[in-house]
């Protein structure tokens, strides 16, 4: 039987850089991505935005790849605490096969 480890990440805390994705859907609504940052910044985060989030190609936020290297990038990334995904979506499935 093969038994898996969990991995409990550390709790955030002020000062953690945050990584945001859109693995699936692109924004529609800017404005509430920009509140939802303000938030986070005021409960002392930094957010990170992954370099294709504002991409829209058709109903997805970039290209499979494009996607799926911006979710990619952040799990390489020492500096980054956590991750966001701003959207979601079916089309995230896509992306699977590339992470």
């Known amino acids: 039987m093969n038994h898996c480890k969990l991995i409990l990440p550390r709790r955030l805390k002020k000062g953690d850089r945050l990584g945001l994705v859109c693995p699936s859907e692109p ?3 800017p404005e509430r ?3 939802g940052i303000k938030e986070l910044e005021s409960l002392g985060f930094e957010c990170v935005l992954g370099k294709h989030v504002n991409k829209a190609m058709g109903y997805m936020a970039g290209t499979d790849s494009e996607r799926a290297d911006d979710l990619n990038e952040m799990f390489a990334e020492p500096a980054i605490h956590g991750i966001i995904t ?4 079916s089309s995230a499935n896509r992306i699977l096969p590339l992470i």
């Not at 701003?86 to 979506?89: K, M």
């Open 27 to 29: 924004i529609f609504f």
């Open 86 to 89: 701003i959207t979601g979506g």
């Open 33 to 35: 991505l920009a509140g």
